[in-house]
């Protein structure tokens, strides 16, 4: 029997002191450490037969390599931590050891991928967890898509996306001219009222409107016939009496001598028009 709370040392590396490893019994991590090549065993008598109470092992420094028997008979390993140093992994070097769950390796997918690993004997590590070190990644964004087009008013947006899933959204400012169709009618003009149009926008909601002035007076026109008679001169002696009302065009029309007031000598002006006197 071993003491379970010692603290043993040894070497593994090939000239004896370039690796070394020590192995905490209370807790049961193996810790290697060193640089260059890790020496070959012959058999799994590793440790100094302590390989079986072996749970944990972590490599640190710049070592190359995990020589063949290394950690074979290591029954009780659960885990390991491989450093980016190593680069061949050879025959036999976890011989045994099934119940190894979890890699811990300090580089990428494809570093490990590239390290040269037999498969003599080593098929408890290719059944294992290979934990990688998280990858920088950077992306790779596809072509911009519009998802809303912008409009003379209102800004648009487009976005594109990564295969990881990060998205970029971009604002595509409003362009600030309007895109007009044709005017429409909106109120008919006349010759005594303005009419009025509009237009709508093609891009956006923006209605713009216009005044139509086409009003056409005919001076003395009194009663809207398009013509001047006797029967206007009449309107205006009705308006002077007062036996009916008058607005503001049919004032205008019916000051035919334009001296802002409707008297008789308003129609009497008509009246000479009709006789050709004026």
């Not at 590590?125 to 519009?146: G, P, Q």
Request: aromatic content about 8%.
């Amino acid at each position: 029997m071993i003491d379970v709370y010692a603290s043993d040392t040894g070497s593994l590396g090939v000239n004896e002191t370039n690796i070394t490893w020590s192995f905490d019994e209370a807790t049961g991590v193996l810790t290697v450490n060193g640089y260059g090549k890790m020496k070959s065993l012959n058999n799994p008598n590793g440790f100094d037969g302590k390989a079986e109470y072996i749970k944990q092992v972590i490599i640190t420094g710049d070592i190359e390599n995990i020589g063949s028997y290394v950690f074979a008979a290591c029954t009780s390993l659960v885990s390991i931590s491989i450093p980016i140093s190593v680069n061949k992994i050879e025959d036999n070097s976890f011989l045994y050891c099934h119940n190894l769950e979890n890699i811990y390796y300090e580089g990428t997918k494809l570093q490990w991928e590239n390290i040269e690993t037999s498969s003599a004997g080593n098929e408890y590590l290719s059944d294992a967890k290979i934990n990688y070190k998280e990858e920088t990644h950077v992306c790779t964004f596809s072509e911009w898509k519009v998802v809303n087009k912008p409009t003379c008013i209102a800004d648009g947006n487009k976005i594109r996306e990564c295969s990881c899933g990060k998205e970029e959204v971009q604002i595509i400012p409003a362009t600030g001219k309007h895109n007009f169709g044709e005017w429409e009618t909106i109120t008919q003009e006349t010759e005594y009222h303005n009419g009025e149009e509009k237009r709508n926008c093609k891009n956006c909601s923006y209605v713009e409107t216009r005044i139509v002035d086409n009003i056409k007076i005919l001076i003395g026109d009194v009663n809207s016939d398009s013509k001047i008679t006797a029967s206007d001169a009449r309107v205006i002696l009705q308006l002077v009496a007062g036996l009916r009302s008058i607005d503001t065009v049919e004032l205008k029309i019916a000051d035919v001598n334009a001296d802002d007031k409707i008297t008789a000598v308003d129609a009497r002006y008509i009246l000479q028009m009709v006789a050709g006197l004026k």
